[in-house]
């Protein structure tokens, strides 16, 4: 059993709690935001990723956003229904499909950012510019740490 082979360290927990808890918080506040715009945050997050660049595979898409093929289509599906996004597939393998952001999606993303900045900086109000810079370097130690030893990924340039 767990708690027979290794000491509960209940400082690691609160900070799994409290990380947990702002997730949560910051995620609700940025939601009830894009809702105005009648966007998701998952929706907003493909937009983030095609907006620098001239297109992206599903494949590309799933993998920068952490999620399944399946999760990725769905998106695409509606983006591109709302007509924020295009599909095109790859004139040298048919299998491979890319999505990219219409002019209307260029725009929302023009339009949106200010907002959603606006909306991330409110949330980090009572945070120092040092204290900011001291909290990213502490998460991204903690990304790339579960990175390499639970999911075998190598340390490469995170894309957002």
């Known amino acids: 059993m767990f708690y027979m082979t290794q000491r ?3 400082g690691d927990i609160l900070i799994w709690v409290r990380v947990a808890t702002t997730f949560n918080l910051m995620y609700q506040e940025i ?3 894009l809702s105005k715009e009648n ?3 998952p929706q907003l997050e493909i937009i983030g990723c095609l907006a620098p660049s001239r297109g992206l595979s ?3 898409l799933a993998n920068r956003l952490l999620v399944t093929g399946g999760n990725v289509t769905g998106l695409i599906d509606r ?12 004139e040298k393998d048919r299998r491979i499909i890319h999505a990219k952001l219409t002019p209307k999606g260029k725009e929302i ?3 949106i950012m200010p907002h959603y900045q606006a909306c991330i900086a409110r949330l980090l109000v009572g945070l120092t510019v040092e204290e900011k810079k001291e909290l990213s370097r502490f998460l991204k130690k903690v990304i790339l740490h579960i990175r390499k030893k639970d999911t075998g990924w190598r340390e490469k340039e995170d894309p957002r």
């Open 79 to 90: 983006l591109e229904r709302d007509g924020y996004v295009l599909r095109e597939r790859n």
């Open 31 to 33: 939601k009830k935001e």
């Open 8 to 10: 509960v360290q209940w």
């Open 39 to 41: 966007l998701t945050i």
């Open 109 to 111: 993303w023009q339009m």
């Open 58 to 60: 599903l494949n590309e």
